[in-house]
Structures are given as C-alpha cells and as structure tokens.
C-alpha cells in the first residue's frame, strides 16, 4: 500500500520503499528521490495542518493527515478507527455531542464526556483501534451532567456517580415518593457509591415557611442530610404530588466537608404547602466523587428526576 502518511511510515527502513507510491527502493531512477523529496515535505505539511471531519459512531482520525482536527455535528461518538498506536490527535468541537466512554476502546474519565462548542481535547492511539483521552479542556464555566430520570420502574434512590472533577454542582429536580409522608435524604461518598459514609454524622439547619407557621430546626445529625425534613404529602404519580428543589453543593472534590443548600417546595401529608431552606454539611473531610437522594422510607415513583450541572476546577 502507498505510504501516503506518516503514521503509515514503517519503524523499519528497509520496509520504506515507497512514498506516496514514488519508488524509493535500492535501484530507482534518480527522478524518484525527488518526487520523494517533494513528496515527503508535503506529507510533513499536512500533518502540521489541521482538518475537519464530521462526527459519526466511528469518527477516523486515520482518514485526515492533521494533527489538529475540527469536530462538526452532534453524532455520539464511540470509537476514532484504527491508526498507528502513538499517534496523538488535537480535538476542537464545534457543537454537543456524547463521547462514550469505553474501558478499552476510547477511554475517557470513566464517564462519557458531553462536549460543547470550543471545547478541546488530546488523544493519544493505543492501536487496534483503541483511544485513550490525555486531557479534556472546556470552553466555559459550568458543564451540564446527564440527568438520572426515573423510568420504567420506581427507583430506591437517584445517584450520580464519577463526580471528582467538579468541585460546585448545582441542579433541580421533582421527586415522587411511594411512600405518603415520608422525608428526603442527601448522601455523599468518598469512593464512587461503594458506600455512603455509612456512621458519618452529617448535621443540617432547616427553615420553613408554610401557610400556617414559620419552624426552625437545628441540629438535624444522622447518616444522611434530611433535605425535607417535614413530611412529604401524597406520592402517588396520579395525584401529581411530590417535592420540587434547586439546590447548590460546593467543595465536592475538596478534602473538607461538602456543603448543601436546598430551597424545596411540596405540600405536607395534612395538606399544607411547605416551602423550606435546608442548610447541611456532611461531616466528612474526604473529597467525594458521588452524590444521592432517598426518600425516607420507600422508593421514588417513576417521572421523578434529577439534573445537575458541574464546575470543574
């Protein structure tokens, strides 16, 4: 096959004797060393350029002699095709689209990898058509992680996992217990969701404001963070009751207590609309890397979700 690129060229001289299908074996006429000549330096050229190439499932890096390549579309992304192991590609994307993460064949962060535009990346060929991710760069502040969505059937508890990048998480969600009069619980891990500070105290202060009353509670310590710490009203999907909440969670990845606050808005069991600030920190001084709400007592009904959204640094 004509060497038409360099990561094409073969690690043993003796096998170069061509390039870009100009004889260069022992023998050649003298005309061919300069057409290789020639040949050689635009080869050079193009590898010092950059290209563009549409996304697809398989985007061939291969296909373009450009270190630097332009990501156009929003196909999700698997796999980059098969190329010399050790060649290095520059990525620039140009909209949204998924990387998929694959432990073999395009390793990235052990997540998938939403892009946006201007963001940048390098990868590196690790052969056999398997990519490794060396460094993922955004073009902005904060980056949008894909949503948990109940569906298909009621969930003990909506977990977000592979979170060490981001050190601020902020999001909303609406959730449905099963469960009449239950609570809703924040949890946080130091080890991915293996375990959830099992024994850690995590202490929260909660303030509501309801048609009735004004409380303040304090002191709230327990495995978990009570985040409606009134009761939660009807669950039923038919009865479209539930809790809604925005909340922000800062020094995620930091060796020091994670902190959240949650603004939260539901109706109570006896039928009174509650809406709640809920301050807490868990009482662990370990970078956490994954998050979780529970309901008190049973699961959450299916359409209930959560989505968040991460500041990396």
Not at 7 to 26: F, M, P, R, V
Not at 136 to 141: E, F, K, M, P
């Amino acid at each position: 096959m004509p060497k038409t690129a360099l990561e094409q060229w073969d690690e043993t001289n003796s096998n170069n004797s061509d390039i870009g299908g100009t004889n260069i074996a022992e023998g050649c006429a003298p005309s061919g060393i300069n057409n290789a000549i020639r040949e050689e330096m635009a080869q050079v050229a193009a590898w010092l350029g950059d290209d563009t190439l549409a996304s697809a499932a398989t985007t061939d890096l291969g296909s373009v002699p450009g270190r630097y390549v332009s990501i156009t579309g929003t196909t999700t992304i698997t796999g980059f095709g098969t190329i010399k192991a050790g060649t290095i590609k520059f990525l620039k994307f140009a909209g949204a689209l998924t990387l998929t993460h694959n432990a073999t064949s395009l390793i990235l962060y052990g997540a998938n990898i939403p892009t946006a535009a201007g963001d940048t990346a390098m990868f590196v060929s690790e052969g056999s058509g398997n990519w490794r991710c060396l460094g993922y760069q955004y073009a902005a502040g904060w980056r949008r992680i894909s949503p948990v969505v109940v569906s298909g059937s009621p969930a003990a508890a909506i977990t977000f996992t592979n979170l060490s990048t981001y050190r601020a998480i902020r999001g909303s969600g609406f959730l449905l217990p099963a469960t009449d009069g239950t609570g809703l619980r924040f949890q946080a891990s130091a080890d991915n969701g293996s375990s959830w500070l099992d024994g850690v105290q995590n202490d929260a202060v909660a303030h509501r404001a309801s048609s009735t009353a004004d409380t303040y509670d304090s002191d709230l310590a327990g495995p978990s963070i009570a985040l409606g710490g009134n009761t939660i009203g009807i669950g039923m999907v038919s009865a479209g009751e539930g809790i809604s909440i925005k909340f922000e969670i800062t020094e995620l990845n930091q060796a020091r207590n994670t902190r959240i606050v949650s603004l939260n808005e539901y109706r109570s069991a006896s039928g009174v609309l509650v809406s709640e600030r809920i301050a807490g920190q868990v009482l662990n001084s370990s970078p956490h890397d994954a998050i979780r709400f529970m309901p008190g007592s049973g699961n959450f009904q299916v359409g209930s979700w959560v989505e968040l959204e991460g500041l990396a640094f």
